[in-house]
């Protein structure tokens, strides 16, 4: 599958703007700041497609990008404090939008920054998915940060604070080493071929 050739097609801002679901595709959902851009630029080999913000919570579309064999969907970033209550709704209705119509989701890669405990609303966002039954792995990222003993005993950590969801595939990741992008690639495939 080939994941270079790849090109921006889509931003939507309100649930009516969604593009026809005539491709699988593979959703990108996290916490603001929480290395979602660096991931999708990583798996295309793209320096910017998708923009990496030093302003956490800017992407406030749902941002589209065209594969051959399907399309990546990049949620806006959740959990921001100095977004407006409105701006936060809008959000949400947007994202419940998304995730509510009938699209051809194949994978949601639900992003978790290996270093902290996952927010209430990475919890809330989780659970949404595991009791939907919605395919999902959660990828951890920004493995670089943390030494070898220390990033071994937040794999216990986190191992732990998300045992309620039982079965859920965690792929540890890194932007900077490329550590685990294999295991992404593959994953995405795997589902991309169950989905047709």
Request: hydrophobic letters at 40%; zero cysteines.
């Amino acid at each position: 599958m080939n994941f270079n050739d790849v090109s921006f097609e889509f931003a939507a801002g309100k649930a009516n703007q969604l593009p026809k679901s005539d491709l699988p595709e593979v959703v990108f959902s996290g916490h603001s700041n929480v290395g979602k851009s660096s991931l999708i630029n990583k798996l295309v080999q793209r320096k910017a497609l998708a923009r990496v913000s030093a302003q956490p919570g800017k992407t406030a579309t749902i941002n589209f990008y065209r594969l051959q064999d399907f399309r990546m969907v990049d949620l806006p970033g959740y959990g921001y404090a100095k977004v407006s209550k409105a701006e936060k709704d809008r959000w949400a209705g947007l994202v419940e939008g998304y995730l509510s119509s009938e699209r051809n989701i194949a994978l949601i890669v639900q992003i978790i920054d290996i270093r902290h405990k996952p927010t209430a609303d990475d919890y809330n966002m989780i659970r949404f998915l595991y009791n939907q039954n919605a395919p999902f792995v959660i990828v951890l990222t920004k493995k670089d940060k943390l030494k070898k003993s220390a990033y071994e005993k937040r794999i216990q950590e986190v191992l732990d604070e998300l045992e309620e969801f039982e079965g859920t595939e965690l792929i540890p990741f890194s932007a900077v080493t490329g550590d685990g992008l294999d295991d992404i690639k593959e994953t995405i495939e795997e589902y991309i071929s169950e989905s047709e």
